[in-house]
């Protein structure tokens, strides 16, 4: 009989532990994520760097994302509402996409704005212009001013000719507008997509001057490795 009870113990104490087994952490996460325990109606926001356990449901609010790393190094994106278990998505996971999370990134801060940019010009680096000496006016001064949100929805609307023109254009004249780190991330993207490294270099080169706090660099230094 102690021989049974000390084996049910046992069972007990192994269960209890493989439920709680840690597998992974919260690496990116825009909107509201939730966690539970099986078993439980309580429900938690979740967290970056929240550690996620075996034993937790996970659900996402309205048009949230969350992109989970496991111990062993690979990535889940999810973006899909509805409750999952975390044993499930670590099953059947797949890599995240850098190129999915940066858009969806971009795009929840867009549609948070409140107000557009003031468009001020910023200044237009010396040694991307040329300036003739006899020329004393600046050179945008002729030229019509780029508008962020026109080169913002060509790029949602997957005009890449025209989203790249305006872009372009527009982190010129606005190099530190807090727009142009969103023009970067559009521009790093559409030229990913033309498999043009060269032009990925570029922009990466000039987000990391003006914005080299900005999560794009990570998001893409990340997916790189």
Known sequence: ????L???????????????????KVNFLLGDAQFS?????QWTKIKINDKIFSDYL???????????????????SLATSG??????????????????????QIKVIVSNKKEAQAKGVA????????????????????????????????????DSAKAIKILDLFVKQNPTNPNAELAYGCLIMLYHQKNDQAKVDNYLKLLKV??????II????????
């Open 210 to 215: 003006d914005f080299p706090n900005s999560s």
């Open 123 to 158: 200044g237009v680096r010396r040694d991307e212009v040329n300036i003739s000496k006899q020329d004393t006016s600046l050179f945008w001064q002729n030229a019509e001013e780029a508008d962020f949100y026109e080169g913002y929805t060509a790029f949602e609307n997957n």
């Open 58 to 76: 996970i659900k996402l609010v309205d048009d949230a994302e969350l992109e989970i790393k496991w111990l062993d190094g690979e990535v889940t």
């Open 37 to 41: 325990k099986e078993g439980s109606n």
């Open 83 to 104: 409750i999952k278990k975390a044993v499930d998505l670590r099953k059947g996971g797949t890599s995240g996409d850098w190129l999915g999370k940066v858009k969806n």
């Open 1 to 4: 009989m102690k021989t049974n």
């Open 218 to 225: 990570s998001s893409y230094e990340e997916s790189s490795k």
């Open 6 to 24: 000390k084996i049910m113990i046992l069972l007990f104490l192994a269960n209890a532990l493989l439920a709680q087994q840690e597998l992974g």
